[in-house]
């Protein structure tokens, strides 16, 4: 049996510095019993923990360290912009197998670290423990907090839509799941994947945090697409109480996927929302594509909670069939 | 490979009724993206994760679930009353090998909750994650994350203390440790001690959250006691930039404990806090004893950092030796 990880690595000395280093809303980060954070007037904080399990939600030898320690945040984020709020700080829990304490972890952290400067949020603590490893094999657990603002009173719900509003989505659907499939068809693929430049939905999925705070002014309801479309909406449409109608040919399918990978593609990190059917929305929302998908319906007993409008008009119920990681 | 827990334990119905009655902070509890936490004008957020690792803070075939489930939020909660302030709710990420997923996990969360409970903090949110299991050899790990309030620029840190400072701690030290030895040597008066009434320890300590608000007025610097005397003050010194000395003879040793558990063994969970000297310090905060043991000194190049006083004067320098867990 072990103990805490002994000393601390190198990039525990530069998360300290990083936060240290953090303007706002975090008065003290790393190194007390906790960290301290000031909110501003009239806001709220929300707040958010995702578990990331190695043989869950990553595969060693699948994703690169930099891959696992990027999708790690990436989850927290997208909840934090899926409430219309901006992220201010981060907080790390890290169950590490003894093999895994020095290079591994230290380009986890990096992965990590690269997307939360992008989104300027400091980490300002968490925990490192070593996995017991007698056995061989201790796997690696992640936890992140993350901790965002919003103005009182003004955060987008589940549960906000209302019959007649319109759905919307950002971005693509189905392309983390389209990447994740040649990955698991073909590991040659993955490394070639892994080095190619442009986009990898799956491998470094973008969390909409600049599209979040945008929505505030327009949208009823959100929420992120981690599980699948179909399953998220589902949830929407649970929290409102209604139903939803998609319309097949408006939804924007990635490249490389398919209506099903779509539906019940999960982790594309993509958010949906409704918004009242007079409200103007644009094409764009802080550079992100936005497609509008659907209208929120008033629930029927009897009738399915969600249906498909095909091209030529048929209708077909939707089942929630989310994502199931990496199987 | 495995998935989401399927479905919702019972005990995760529990928790939603416990947040939506939560009076205070806390807008809304499980079932959003986030949780939503209204903080009070003129208050700050006080934020700490702590990670419990089967095998490293607690072991199946020794902890019963309650006790783990206690443990776990015991950490999280003395870290908060460290910082002078007061709990307002907890969030919870579980990884859950196959096998604890029904009884075991419901175990788990009642003694969570009853401790969650007695202090009043709601239990605002979490992930649950299947930990794979096809080796049959996945551990429970459980990340508890507390947010806790303090009026803003209040907090207590670890820095804080000044030279001529006196030292003073909470209850009593070594207990745990010297629980758990027992537990250790002797499996069966493991379930002698789990069956007995009366103060456990190690199996369910009590954090100090009623004292640390108390010390807002009193302390210059609060650590709480979770690696042991000994670590924890060194690393008040060393955030304080000073040294200490301990008198042996006012050492509050636990019964059952000898003087090596009170400086080195750890998961006490009481108070370690300095005071000016001049201040006024009653014998008990809210029900509590409290002890002083020592002073703050300068620090001074090439001496020890730590010194012990021996009853009949001698000096000898204290080492951190703090509490390796379970091994």
Chains 1, 2 share one sequence.
Not at 38 to 64: A, K, M, N, Q
Not at 249 to 270: C, F, M, S, T, V
Request: proline fraction near 6%.
């Amino acid at each position: 049996l072990s103990t805490k990880v002994s000393g601390e690595a190198q990039w525990i000395s530069s998360l300290r510095r990083q936060a240290a280093g953090a303007r706002g809303r975090l008065r003290l980060g790393i190194g007390d019993d906790c960290a301290i954070l000031r909110p501003r007037l009239g806001e709220e904080i929300v707040v958010t923990t995702d578990l990331s399990l190695e043989g869950v939600h990553f595969r060693r030898d699948w994703h690169t360290p930099e891959s696992a320690g990027h999708r790690c945040l990436a989850r927290g984020l997208s909840d934090v912009a899926a409430m219309g709020a901006r992220p201010i700080s981060a907080f790390l829990s890290l169950a590490l197998p003894p093999e895994l304490a020095g290079d591994w972890a230290d380009r986890f952290a990096c992965g990590l670290l690269a997307l939360a400067g992008a989104h300027g949020v400091p980490l300002a603590g968490g925990d490192t423990a070593q996995a017991p490893g007698a056995s061989g094999k201790a796997l690696l657990a992640a936890d992140i907090t993350l901790l965002g603002a919003v103005p009182s009173g003004r955060a987008l719900l589940r549960s906000g839509a209302r019959a007649g509003d319109l759905i919307y989505v950002t971005g693509t659907l189905g392309g983390a799941a389209a990447e994740l499939r040649v990955l698991a068809r073909e590991p040659a693929a993955f490394a070639r994947l892994r080095r190619a430049s442009g986009a990898h939905p799956h491998l470094f999925p973008e969390p909409r945090c600049s599209v979040g705070p945008r929505l505030l002014a327009l949208a009823s309801a959100v929420i992120d697409v981690s599980d699948g479309l179909s399953t998220d909406l589902q949830h929407l449409c649970q929290e409102s109480g209604l139903s939803a109608e998609l319309d097949q040919g408006a939804l924007p399918i990635a490249p490389r996927a398919d209506l099903a990978l779509a539906l019940n593609g999960g982790e594309d990190y993509q958010l949906l929302f409704t918004t009242p059917a007079a409200r103007r929305v644009p094409r764009t929302i802080a550079g992100v594509p936005v497609t509008r998908i659907g209208r929120m319906l008033p629930r029927r007993r009897g009738a399915p909670r969600m249906v498909l409008i095909g091209a030529d008009g048929s209708r077909s119920a939707i089942e929630a069939g989310g994502w199931q990681h990496l199987q």
